[in-house]
Structures are given as C-alpha cells and as structure tokens.
C-alpha cells in the first residue's frame, strides 16, 4: 500500500507478532527478511536469477511462520489456492464462507496481544469478488484491483487494516487470471496514452498494490509474478506498487520495464520506530540497482513523513545517503513521491496497545487536525499550514541534497 492518496477500497493488513520482533528493535537484528541477496548470477542482460528461490528461505519462513489458512471453499479448490496450500503443507485448513469478516479473526483490535501474531500465522483464500478499476491520478493514473488484501509487515501507522480491523493477515485473492483478465480489458478499452503527465509520460499506470505488499504477496503466491508478467505484454500501461521488502525472487520476471517498483525510504530511525518488520531502509536503496538492472523502473516513495524533532537533519541525511550510493544508471530514471504523514484515531488507540513509542511521534495533536472519512473514522493530518511548509522544506532539501530526484507529487 503505503500511499495514502489511493484511498483504499478494500482494506486490510498485518501486523506481526509481538513475540517475534519488539517494536523498535532493528528488523534485520531478529525479524529475518533482511538477508543480502543470495548468490547467484546477476539479473537482468545476463540473464534471470537461478539457484533457490527466496521465499523458501528460512528467513522467508521466519516472516510468515503460517500454521493456520482460513480459506472460502472455491478458492481453496482453484490452481491459485491450491499452489498456496501446497506450500504451507503443515498449516490447519478451515473453510470459511467468506474472506470478510471471519469471526475470530476480524474486528478483534483489542485483543491486541493476539492479532499481532496472527498477521504472520495466518492467512486467508478468498475470491476477489469486486473486479473494478479507479481512476487516481496522483500515485498512479489507475488504481486496479489488487492481488491481495493485508500485509505481512506491521508499519504503526498503516491505514490498510482499517476496514477488517487490525487483525487482518494477507488474503490472497485466488482469482488472479480473471484480475488480469479485467485488466487487459480496462488496457485495451483505454487505448495509448496521448497526453504525458506526471504519473508517466507515456503509459497508463496501474497501482497493483494499494492493500497490500506485492513483494511480500510473492512469498506466499504467484500473484505478483503474473501480473508483472501480464504487464510486460501490455506495451500501453505500466503497473506499480511501493514496496518496503526487498524480495530478490522478482528479479527473476524479465518486467520489461513495465512494472515500476517504488521503495518507500524514511530516515532509518523513524523506520526502525515505525516499520515494524520490513527490510531495512539501507537495504531497499542497495537493491535499486539490481531491480533496474533486471528490467524494473524503480522510483522512491518519500513516505510518511513524520514531522518531530530533527527531522529536517534526518531527512538531509537520508537524501545524502541516496546521492552517494545509488548509480547513475538509477538517479537517471528515478523520481519519488512525497507523502506527509495520515494517521487515524482508531489506530491511534490500537497502537497504544502494544506500541506506544510510535505514538510519540505518530500523533501530535498540536500539530495535526481531524478529518471525518468517507466511512466514518477520524482521520488526523498535520494542519494546512504545518503541512505545506514541511512539504516546501523537504522540497528544499532534495533540491539540494539529490537534485535529480524529480518530484511527481507531494502532499
Ligand atoms: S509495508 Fe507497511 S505500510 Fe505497506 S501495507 Fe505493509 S504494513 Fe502497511
């Protein structure tokens, strides 16, 4: 997910379990997916990785420790639901007539002791049974139905479990040939773009991953694999999903060029406080060139920022970082999105719960107002004035720290 302009459909989440990592603690000390890139021939001209994939890695495993899949009857039985079974041989299956609202798993956030582990035990089957493409145009031009719905990682101030509550682990929507199937529809019916704005200059962008993390969904399915690969036949539209995970299995789908990966950075401090499980910040900039090189488009979320005390010196520090190790082959084509800081009152109240130090930062009543949402939850914001000169200052300190670092959008 991690843009919050893409105004989620279909939300869900994940969060991990507070017995495998504390909140705070450095991912790559004890959560596991932080692994260098396995060995192997390089990607991209020379040819696609071979040797072990990583998702059968221990560290992999140690990410989705999986023993139970809750699964509607259809998708347990079709190739999709079936692949994901047979990779989780030793997980309890339980039949349920709907991937929403199953009793015991969603709507339970004040079990909160529970839900953070069930995000990486459990995982769900289900049919996607709305297929319907919406227009965005800030992210990307087109948001499509996504792949998933849910996260195996547990940022704090992830809006993606809002609308099943916060124990929501990854649903893997089982139908993804009729997921591309529409979209091929949507594609064609769209015909070439004519007209260049910022979302791309020539092609339709599509957001495949607005509930979710297509780099984690590619450890448990072929989701993700299918539709870069649908997307590389589709020489008029390009999809797009911000990651932060660095899975080195997709470097293996010869994209084309036709998927750009965007990898959420922040300062490595605010991450470690706030991205609970993912790879490390350092990490997803050293992969940039591998992805580039294996035929991704790789752009950068500058996402959230969270404005607290020194955070203009942090985010220097973090655009200097990027200007010293990224190639020039990669600063060429990059661009990022800037996207201040949303928070909500519910999820507020759940991190209370289990991690308060997030709260220090994430909610700042001085600072921020609330906003009612469509469906009814109070959302937070930092007020007009505090956004835009933070928006303005963070401009200011890529213009002169990675002045090739374009800008698309910043809100
Ligand atoms: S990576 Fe973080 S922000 Fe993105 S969907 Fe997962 S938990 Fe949410």
Redesign the pocket.
């Known amino acids: 997910?991690?843009d919050p302009s893409t105004a989620p459909d279909d939300g869900s989440?994940?969060?991990f379990g507070l017995d495998a990592l504390t909140p705070g603690t450095p991912a790559a000390a004890s959560a596991g997916p932080h692994e260098p890139l396995p060995p192997g021939p390089p990607p991209g001209p020379c040819g696609p990785r071979s040797g072990p994939s990583f998702r059968d890695s221990a560290a992999a495993r140690r990410l989705l420790p999986v023993r139970e899949i809750l699964a509607e009857p259809a998708a347990a039985a079709s190739p999709r639901g079936r692949q994901v079974l047979a990779r989780f041989p030793d997980a309890r299956l339980t039949e349920v007539d709907s991937h929403w609202n199953i009793p015991g798993l969603h709507g339970n956030e004040g079990r909160v002791e529970r839900w953070v582990r069930v995000k990486g035990e459990t995982l769900v089957l289900g049919e996607r049974k709305t297929l319907a493409t919406r227009p965005n145009g800030r992210s990307a031009d087109w948001i499509a139905p996504g792949p998933s719905n849910g996260?195996?990682?547990?940022?704090a101030?992830?809006?993606?479990p809002r609308r099943k509550g916060y124990a929501n682990p990854v649903t893997v929507f089982t139908n993804i040939d009729r997921i591309i199937a529409h979209l091929g529809r949507h594609i064609t019916r769209l015909g070439p773009k004519t007209e260049p704005n910022q979302c791309d200059p020539e092609a339709w962008v599509y957001d495949v991953g607005e509930?979710?993390?297509c780099s984690?969904d590619a450890l448990i399915s072929d989701n993700t694999a299918d539709l870069v690969r649908a997307f590389a036949r589709w020489p008029t539209a390009k999809a797009s999903f911000?990651?932060?995970?660095v899975n080195p299995d997709l470097l293996a789908l010869d994209p084309r060029g036709r998927t750009r990966i965007r990898f959420?950075v922040m300062p490595p401090d605010d991450s470690r406080l706030l991205?609970v499980r993912?790879s490390p910040v350092a990490e997803r900039i050293a992969a940039a060139a591998d992805f580039l090189d294996a035929g991704y488009e790789v752009h950068f979320n500058l996402s959230p920022v969270v404005v607290r005390p020194g955070w203009e010196e942090a985010w220097a520090e973090l655009l200097r970082h990027l200007d010293d190790v990224l190639p020039d082959r990669v600063k060429g084509q990059a661009a990022a999105e800037v996207i201040m800081l949303t928070h909500n009152q519910g999820l507020h109240e759940v991190n209370l719960g289990w991690h308060p130090r997030a709260e220090e930062v994430l909610w700042r009543p001085e600072l921020q107002e609330a906003k009612r949402s469509q469906n009814g939850a109070l959302n937070v914001r930092y007020r007009v004035g505090v956004k835009s000169a933070a928006v303005a200052r963070l401009q200011a300190l890529i213009s002169t720290h990675a002045p090739w670092l374009r800008v698309r959008y910043a809100f």
């Open positions: 997910m991690h989440g994940t969060l996260c195996a990682m547990a940022c101030y992830c809006y993606v509930n979710g993390d984690v911000a990651t932060k995970f959420s991205d993912t």
